[in-house]
């Protein structure tokens, strides 16, 4: 029996909508504003009920800080809580709610960054419940997306490995994370796409449960689906062949060159026209209620030596190869946004041999980077390897959600 013909109810079809044509975004230099020009640091930083912080305040060096202290005290919370403040979420844990301190039922992050022009209050508060509230000197967002790129960040930790090891969802969140920063246009396909997405699978979920079948509104959705595909597949293609002779040279840099390694962007627009791959997919699409097409599927592959890292890999090479990665990220932004982002180096010696963290420590020590936060078990370690090359760093002493600089 052939599917009816039918149109939901409480289900935006998108007819008398224009569908949005999408021009490619331009270069990464075009992009540079008098807003992003300088170098950028975090001044202070408090903390209120915070994961395992009650309170806490710190006046930080505008260069290296050090925080050191046995696992579980409180360390990596500080540098989530500069990421909050920089990516307007957690590094960690995207459930806001999950990063109040137990027994509370908020919390507060504020910091001021500076640069030559002058500085900017960032409020973050939390309350369960209710809406997240971001503002920057005072002011509201009307979009969180508005600050994504403004006070730019990379963070370098252990749970990066999942990059590696967990599926292609955290590997395109990777992309669109530093894509993001330095290209807003993006942002908003992206944000539009994944609202397409979301409607046209409602809508084959609806078709599927009702036995009916309306090609016309699907087309619709079909059409925006193209459109804005086709932008963010240009910007990934883009950002892929910028973004691997740099990875590469970090990775050369921190091996001492004893490995290749490989990066490959995947994607259903490779191979061929996306409109037709989404008409040759439509009866598996309808079968699943899920669409089985499009940028939601791309991939970034991992390779060294020509074998998947994932399998063929050590620790060490492993570690190596996500730190590499997040150098390539830092490079890429401060290349984009003409700022520095803040550099945040999360238990970096574990799993990886002398040599490979003097390289990097030899990268960190050139002062090609800005202002850097390193967390460490192993007190005045780090502090030492800087301060043998003439370079001072503020190191503060962390205790069961307590700071001592």
């Known amino acids: 029996m052939q599917p009816q013909q039918c149109a939901p109810r409480g289900l935006t079809s998108g007819r008398g909508q224009k569908s949005e044509q999408i021009d490619a975004s331009p270069a990464i230099a075009a992009l540079h504003n008098a807003y992003f020009c300088g170098s950028m640091q975090l001044d202070d930083l408090t903390l209120i009920n915070f994961k395992n912080y009650e309170e806490a305040s710190l006046e930080l060096d505008p260069r290296i800080n050090i925080f ?40 507060v992050l504020e910091g001021h960054f500076s640069n030559g022009s002058g500085s900017d209050k960032v409020y973050c508060g939390v309350k369960k419940g209710q809406k997240k509230v971001f503002r920057k000197n005072k002011e509201d967002y009307e979009r969180l997306a508005d600050h994504i790129g403004r006070f730019p960040a990379v963070v370098i930790s252990p749970y990066d490995k999942d990059l590696i090891s967990e599926g292609s969802e955290l590997r395109r969140k990777f992309m669109d994370s530093i894509i993001s920063q330095y290209n807003k246009p993006y942002l908003d396909h992206l944000i539009a796409y994944n609202k397409v997405l979301k409607q046209r699978n409602s ?39 910028g973004f691997q002779p740099l990875f590469q040279s970090h990775y050369a840099a921190i091996s001492g060159g004893q490995e290749s390694v490989e990066l490959l962007y995947r994607s259903d627009f490779s191979d061929g026209n996306f409109a037709e791959r989404l008409r040759d997919s439509l009866e598996k699409d309808r079968r699943t209620q899920f669409s089985q097409v499009g940028i939601h599927k791309d991939d970034l592959k ?16 492993q570690k190596t190869y996500l730190i590499a990665l997040k150098l390539a990220q830092f490079d890429l932004i401060h290349e984009g946004t003409g700022r520095k982002p803040l550099l945040m180096l999360d238990d970096i010696f574990d799993k990886i041999d002398d040599e490979r963290v003097a390289h990097l420590m030899q990268l960190v020590k050139e002062g090609r980077f800005g202002q850097i936060f390193i967390t460490d078990t192993h007190s005045g370690r780090v502090k030492d390897i800087f301060e043998q090359s003439g370079q001072k ?12 600089p």
């Open 68 to 107: 050191t202290g046995l696992n579980g005290q409180g360390k990596t919370n500080i540098l989530d809580a500069v990421h909050y403040l920089s990516a307007c979420k957690s590094y960690f844990n995207p459930i806001d709610s999950q990063n109040i301190r137990h027994g509370e039922d908020f919390f």
């Open 203 to 241: 809508l084959l979920k609806y078709f599927w449960e009702n036995r009916c079948f309306d090609a016309e509104q699907l087309e619709v959705w079909d059409l925006q689906m193209a459109s804005l595909g086709q932008s963010i597949h240009s910007e990934r293609s883009q950002f892929a062949e």
């Open 302 to 317: 991992f390779g060294i030596g020509g074998h998947p890292l994932k399998k063929f890999g050590s620790q060490g090479q």
């Open 393 to 404: 760093a503020k190191l503060f002493t962390v205790s069961k959600g307590h700071v001592q």
